[in-house]
């Protein structure tokens, strides 16, 4: 199964864009990649996720490379309301579509 | 409208107890799932039902008991709980299991505090 590997914690200055790196080195052509947040004590909500070309909705853009080894997700100009942990998934469709969330990255957006 | 709802918020129960949570999404989506999320640590796939039948059981212990009543609801049945319960149990919706396309969304969850 393909893992990921997310920096533990990153700060960002309130206003400025947040970027997230993720490394999925070992994904597979078919596997996409998802990210999901988790604000303190609520449900996962999911931002944003892609295959091979770079994806853009209203939350945030997600960018990932060529060869689909890493991706970063951006939010363009964060707030103090962004601060969570945010879970970059591949999902395992040959399981049935399962989730398997890592440790994820705190982000801190501070003022 | 995206929404999973989730009841009770919170819940404490003696190891005893026979208590159950309930989960219910208006979306269509024909794809359940319980997860389980202790403190600090990321959430753990419990149970996963497609068109109202089990798919995915990880190794779940038997004092929990899934039910899938109908496409809407998922229940999941509490009974001779551990101490080492106590967790968040989140529930998620998706519109199916085809591929990995199908995004799931999740809902506020059930705080559980087993004495």
């Known amino acids: 199964d393909a893992k990921t590997t997310q920096p533990p914690s990153m700060d960002c200055a309130e206003g400025r864009a947040a970027n997230l790196p993720c490394n999925h080195s070992?994904?597979?052509?078919?596997?996409?990649v998802y990210w999901y947040r988790q604000i303190h004590s609520q449900g996962p909500q999911y931002i944003i996720h892609g295959l091979k070309n770079n994806e853009t909705n209203e939350m945030a853009s997600l960018i990932i490379t060529e060869d689909r080894k890493s991706s970063t997700l951006i939010l363009p100009h964060a707030t103090l309301r962004d601060t969570a942990v945010y879970y970059c998934i591949v999902r395992v469709a040959r399981l049935g579509g399962k989730l398997i969330f890592g440790q994820g990255t705190t982000l801190q957006v501070k003022p | 409208d995206t929404e999973v709802t989730q009841t009770p918020k919170h819940l404490v129960m003696g190891m005893t107890n026979k208590k159950s949570l309930k989960c219910e999404q208006h979306m269509g989506h024909r794809a359940m799932y319980w997860y389980k999320q202790k403190a600090k640590k990321p959430p753990e796939l419990m149970f996963v039902?497609?068109?109202?039948?089990?798919?995915i059981n990880e190794s779940v212990p038997s004092r929990f008991s899934p039910e899938c009543p109908n496409s809407s609801l998922l229940n999941l049945h509490l009974h001779a709980l551990q101490p080492e319960d106590s967790a968040l149990y989140l529930c998620?919706?998706?519109?199916?299991?085809?591929?990995?396309?199908?995004?799931?969304?999740f809902g506020p969850g059930t705080r559980l505090l087993v004495l």
């Open positions: 039902y497609s068109y109202e039948k089990l798919s």
């Open positions: 998620a919706s998706s519109q199916g299991l085809a591929g990995a396309r199908e995004t799931q969304y």
């Open positions: 070992t994904i597979s052509g078919n596997e996409y």
